[in-house]
């Protein structure tokens, strides 16, 4: 049951590291702002879910601080940049 279990959660972090670079380069080459600003707030979603899968299968907590401050700051990136898509200005 433990390999199936360590199977599973390889198999569950390969994917959504191929959905994190898919989002990034969605984020990266989108058609328009939108499409960009929601393809980087996927990216860093896809991103603290890594670093948690990371966390459970080494074992460390550094890994779930790490994923605490990359989701705040993934949160206030975005509405940074709604803000300044929006108003075409930061502040």
Do not use: C, H, P
């Amino acid at each position: 049951m433990e390999n199936f279990l360590e199977y599973l959660i390889w198999i569950v972090l390969t994917v959504y590291l191929g959905m994190a670079i898919f989002s990034a380069w969605r984020a990266l080459r989108g058609e328009n702002g939108l499409v960009r600003l929601t393809g980087l707030d996927l990216t860093s979603t896809l991103t603290i879910s890594v670093l948690v899968i990371v966390a459970i299968i080494t074992g460390s907590k550094i890994y779930i601080d790490i994923a605490i401050a990359a989701a705040a700051l993934g949160y206030l990136s975005t509405v940074a940049l709604a803000k300044y898509i929006s108003d075409q200005k930061v502040f």
